[in-house]
């Protein structure tokens, strides 16, 4: 079984390399089949951005190919586009590990296509549609843009509002040890922020889309047919404790599209169609998701 890993890196650094895993039967994989040692070979490293890495992305296969396409965002502004061969190394590179420089590519089947600046800021969120003829980008600057991949043109853009300031009383919402104080953010305070996004989720329909940002305890549905906001689910402390977090960081759709899960800094809460939650999941001791 050869297993294609992609890392991102503090380093800006994009690292490929494939782990070969030997089987004990010829059988579907499973852990009890699995006979170590594996073996691990480079495919490409590349000097990708001027930042540390902040997200990545591969498309889907598709019939007729042996490529995909691997989009990553920094901080510095810029999505990286890279054309990712699936093909297996060389023998001669199969169990060994090559010494890779910047921007070298041991196959030379992995290259960089080019560089998208359609954000004003970090992109946060990056994801292909399951035809991968569409991809999602979100950004701290608040938007949402839909790019055609036959040309990286943009189709369309969403913009999420800038969420209103609002004071925090820390003794009613954290408790007694926080003291009696109540504070007023402005623009960058619970409630306020800049209406960046953290995260997006396509449902598999591709009709749908939702979305979490900072500074707001809501998740918000996009309407990709029309390009408009859909709706709003605003958490009170009974569905989302406020012990979770103040914001949702991650998003998830089930495989059917039937249920989406929240992931806050120290909980995560799945909701069905109906808004309602279904479960609530945090760690013990309490810990950070």
């Avoid at 292909?128 to 036959?150: E, V």
């Amino acid at each position: 079984v050869h297993l294609q890993i992609i890392t991102g890196t503090y380093e800006k650094t994009l690292h490929g390399f494939i782990a070969s895993i030997p089987l004990a039967s010829n059988t579907s994989p499973s852990a009890s089949e699995i006979a170590l040692p594996a073996t691990f070979s480079d495919t490409f490293l590349f000097a990708a951005h001027t930042s540390p890495l902040r997200t990545l992305t591969i498309s889907p296969s598709a019939p007729n190919t042996k490529k995909r396409i691997l989009a990553t965002s920094s901080a510095d502004e810029r999505i990286n586009l890279y054309t990712l061969s699936t093909l297996l190394p060389p023998p001669s590179l199969e169990s060994k590990s090559v010494l890779l420089k910047p921007t070298s590519s041991a196959s030379g089947r992995n290259r960089h296509l080019g560089t998208l600046h359609n954000h004003l800021n970090t992109p946060t969120a990056l994801l292909f549609t399951p035809n991968r003829n569409k991809l999602l980008s979100a950004g701290a600057d608040g938007q949402i843009q839909i790019l055609r991949t036959r040309d990286w043109g943009v189709l369309s853009t969403l913009k999420a509002p800038k969420p209103k300031a609002k004071p925090i009383n820390y003794a009613k919402d954290y408790g007694e040890g926080y003291g009696p104080r109540i504070d007023t953010f402005g623009s960058e305070g619970y409630g306020g922020g800049s209406g960046a996004i953290n995260d997006i989720a396509l449902h598999p329909s591709q009709k749908i889309l939702l979305s979490v940002g900072a500074g707001e305890r809501a998740v918000r549905m996009w309407n990709l047919m029309t390009g408009r906001k859909a709706g709003m689910l605003v958490f009170d402390r009974e569905a989302v404790p406020t012990r979770f977090g103040n914001e949702g960081l991650r998003l998830e759709w089930s495989e059917k599209g039937e249920a989406y899960a929240v992931a806050f800094d120290r909980g995560v809460v799945v909701f069905g169609m109906d808004s309602k939650p279904r479960l609530r999941i945090e760690t013990a001791p309490r810990s950070r998701i």
